[in-house]
């Protein structure tokens, strides 16, 4: 059916997850949201996934247009692993804070200042940062890749601190840190995530490794999105402090139903609550109009592509 024609401006939610059904069998199109997409997005995804697995499915599907509900570094690590395929971010704003700090004039000087390091790079970076690491990392297999090269190995880790010195700590390495962060978890406060735990003393705290240390230091559970789902899903606690993005608590409700989820508050005046403005940018709309125009796409510049596959591709190898 051609639908060019029709105005669909006025479709409200159920209009549009509807038209969004109908343009993804027509164009076999595939719709990945990371957990910290606004629930209505989670709950049409085809697969919800944390970065590592969202990287994964990318390499795996056999869709032609792969329609990522996430942030622009997602869409380029799927245009990076898929040349061939459409890959769309439906608001091609939707940035990253922490990528953002790891600009890769500035990586690429620091790392020719250590000739004699292997870099490491946490997904959460540019293309052009990808170009000038060894491997890629997640969250949720940083340490198994640490752990995996010779003890000896001298390592720069970029470009999240946080995540840096949680790797530091339980691999016993002594890795150089970029100083990068994520302006969402680097806001969550030790006092008042202690304060909710005096109110729920049975609680158990669950933090994400871009969260500052000493939040590391008091947490059940560190973990990327994934990990922190699956403990909660299996811990017979009942009740979880979550200490990362709230978007994350649509999937733990959905996983766990009858367990309680409290999102952490946030810390900072300029930022009222802890969520991702990025991620959040995405909407209903936008991916039914992304699915229609084949638009915003993400592209990649085959060198930096050719350089950077390298680091992705070995991620996968090793974890
Ligand atoms: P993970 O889902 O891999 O834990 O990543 C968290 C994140 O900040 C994504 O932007
Ligand atoms: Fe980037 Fe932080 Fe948003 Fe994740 S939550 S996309 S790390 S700014």
Redesign the pocket.
């Known amino acids: 059916m051609d639908t060019s024609a029709n105005n669909f401006s006025d479709l409200n939610d159920e209009g549009l997850k509807r038209e969004i059904a109908r343009l993804k069998r027509e164009k076999n199109a595939l719709i990945m949201a990371h957990y910290?997409q606004r629930d209505e997005i989670q709950e049409i995804a085809d697969f919800i996934g944390d970065s590592l697995a969202l990287a994964r499915q990318a390499a795996l599907t056999d869709a032609d247009v792969i329609v990522m509900c996430g942030?622009h570094f997602m869409g380029e690590t799927a245009k990076i692993l898929c040349p061939d395929k459409v890959v769309i971010v439906p608001d091609i704003n939707a940035g990253?804070?922490?990528?953002d700090s790891c600009p890769p004039d500035e990586f690429e000087k620091f790392v020719s200042q250590h000739p004699d390091h292997t870099v490491v790079s946490y997904v959460?970076t540019s293309a052009a940062v990808k170009a000038n690491t060894d491997i890629v990392v997640t969250s949720g297999n940083a340490r198994k890749v640490i752990d995996s090269l010779p003890a000896d190995e001298k390592i720069i880790f970029g470009p999240d601190h946080n995540l840096g010195e949680y790797i530091n700590s339980v691999t016993g390495r002594n890795m150089l840190l970029w100083n990068g962060a994520?302006?969402?978890?680097d806001r969550f406060s030790v006092e008042k995530i202690i304060a909710l735990k005096k109110e729920h003393p049975e609680a158990k705290i669950l933090v994400h490794p871009?969260c500052r240390r000493p939040l590391q230091l008091i947490a059940d559970k560190v973990g990327s999105t994934a990990a922190l789902l699956e403990y909660a899903a299996s811990d017979p606690a009942q009740e979880f402090i979550v200490v990362t993005?709230s978007g994350i608590l649509f999937e733990m409700q959905r996983k766990c139903p009858g367990k309680t989820f409290i999102p952490a508050p946030a810390d900072d005046i300029e930022c009222a609550c802890n969520q991702?403005e990025?991620?959040k940018l995405n909407t209903l709309r936008k991916v039914y109009e992304a699915l229609r125009d084949g638009k915003p796409e993400i592209n990649v510049d085959p060198e930096i592509a050719a350089r950077a596959v390298k680091s992705i591709n070995r991620m996968l190898e090793l974890s």
Do not use: F, G, R
């Not at 990253?96 to 990528?99: E, H, I, P, Q, T």
């Not at 994520?182 to 978890?185: E, M």
């Open positions: 910290y942030v990253c804070s922490l990528a959460n994520c302006h969402v978890h871009e993005e991702c990025y991620m």
